[in-house]
């Protein structure tokens, strides 16, 4: 397992974070919460046990559904990138996949292969068909709280 420091950070900069080494578990979550808070298809999660915010922890807004979510989700209030999001139910955080810097995940980098995604969670709430070879869990992985269930890639056309 490296030991790497990866750093990342909201869009202007405001507030920056790192996290250390490889994530616990990679995963594509299709759920309508991430969909209309990113306003996009998905959003990639990178989990690790605790993430560490080194610049502009008084920027950081939090948002929880009205108190309704198990999920805490931090954003930067100058330039609503999400940062973070404090995942309660599974003990763990996960951060972004795109708003890594290093590694560079800019508009001219590449993905790391080390922080390849692993499966895709809510599928059947999606709104997008993968073509991966990554399991589709139509909720979550048995792992996670969820009942294992995978649907085929061509769920959604
Ligand atoms: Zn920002
Ligand atoms: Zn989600």
């Given at each position: 397992m490296s030991k790497d420091v990866f750093k990342g950070s909201c869009h202007c900069g405001a507030v920056e974070f790192e996290v250390s080494g490889l994530p616990s578990w990679t995963a594509i979550c299709h759920c309508s919460i991430c969909r209309r808070t990113h306003s996009a298809p998905y959003a990639e999660l990178c989990a690790y046990d605790d993430v560490r915010?080194?610049?502009?922890?008084?920027n950081l807004s939090m948002y929880n559904c009205g108190g309704q979510s198990k999920e805490d989700r931090y954003f930067c209030s100058t330039c609503g990138s999400k940062v973070y999001s404090r995942l309660n139910h599974l003990g763990c955080c996960a951060v972004f996949l795109q708003n890594f810097t290093t590694p560079n995940h800019g508009a001219d980098g590449e993905i790391d292969?080390?922080?390849?995604m692993g499966c895709h969670i809510f599928y059947g709430s999606g709104t997008v068909s993968f073509y991966d070879e990554l399991d589709k869990f139509e909720t979550m992985p048995k792992a996670f709280g969820g009942d294992g269930k995978t649907l085929p890639n061509d769920v959604h056309g």
């Open positions: 915010i080194t610049r502009g922890e008084s292969p080390r922080l390849k």
